[in-house]
């Protein structure tokens, strides 16, 4: 290490913050033509040599520079640039898998809405081929929540042959669909 180097360790290491500013105005500018060599981006560069200079000046007491300052300072902002190169790739590696996972759900969900689309039409169809009094009765109980109580006095039937209809036709819904999901 040169006399001028050991003389700027020496002062920064006790904290001197005019030998830091001379450090920083004489080598700014190249590191951050080196770092942008790797970064592609001059503000990354920038970025990246302000990082290393302030973990310099944090670390100030514990940094032992074993060859000259410009080294050290060279091989910081290199293994900063892999460092974010490297992190640049795993956040777009991320992004790349949430923007997949989102596109995978909202095809699900679209075509999770047309199969229920599908189902929906099918019940209904199912629905309108059962006996009138018997359609009648589920969709009283079923669609418009009346019980069976309710749906009795409306149709003018007995309670229980409610009961009786309504299960009659949740055994041949049960029928008709099972065999049109078998069919798909």
Same mark, same amino acid.
């Given at each position: 290490?040169?006399?001028?180097? #050991?003389? *700027?360790?020496?002062?920064i290491?006790?904290?001197d913050e005019?030998?830091?500013? &001379?450090?920083?105005?004489?080598?700014?500018s190249e590191l951050?033509?080196?770092?942008?060599?790797?970064?592609?981006?001059?503000?990354?560069?920038?970025d990246?040599?302000?990082? %290393?200079?302030?973990?310099? *000046?944090?670390?100030?007491?514990?940094i032992?520079? +074993?060859?000259?300052?410009?080294s050290? @300072?060279?091989? !910081?902002?290199?293994n900063?640039?892999?460092?974010?190169?490297?992190?640049?790739k %795993?956040k777009?590696?991320?992004?790349? =898998?949430? +923007?997949s996972?989102?596109? /995978?759900?909202? +095809?699900?969900? =679209? $075509?999770?809405? $047309?199969?229920?689309?599908?189902? !929906?039409?099918?019940?209904?169809?199912?629905? #309108?081929?059962?006996?009138?009094?018997?359609r009648?009765?589920? @969709?009283l109980?079923?669609r418009? /929540?009346? %019980?069976?109580k &309710?749906?009795?006095?409306?149709? /003018?039937? =007995?309670? +229980?042959?409610?009961?009786?209809?309504? /299960?009659?036709a949740?055994? !041949?819904?049960?029928?008709?669909? !099972?065999? =049109?999901?078998k069919?798909?």
């Amino acid at each position: 290490m040169s006399d001028r180097d #050991s003389r *700027w360790a020496e002062r920064i290491q006790k904290g001197d913050e005019q030998a830091f500013e &001379e450090l920083f105005r004489a080598h700014y500018s190249e590191l951050c033509g080196f770092a942008a060599d790797y970064l592609s981006s001059v503000d990354r560069a920038r970025d990246v040599v302000q990082d %290393t200079f302030l973990e310099i *000046w944090r670390r100030r007491g514990d940094i032992k520079i +074993k060859s000259s300052i410009k080294s050290y @300072l060279y091989q !910081s902002v290199r293994n900063r640039a892999l460092n974010e190169i490297r992190k640049s790739k %795993t956040k777009s590696e991320y992004l790349e =898998a949430v +923007k997949s996972e989102t596109e /995978g759900r909202e +095809k699900r969900t =679209a $075509i999770n809405k $047309i199969e229920m689309s599908k189902l !929906s039409d099918e019940v209904n169809e199912a629905i #309108s081929e059962l006996p009138e009094r018997r359609r009648m009765a589920f @969709l009283l109980h079923r669609r418009h /929540g009346f %019980t069976y109580k &309710e749906v009795a006095q409306i149709m /003018g039937i =007995a309670p +229980k042959t409610v009961e009786n209809q309504i /299960g009659r036709a949740l055994k !041949s819904l049960r029928s008709q669909l !099972s065999r =049109a999901v078998k069919v798909r």
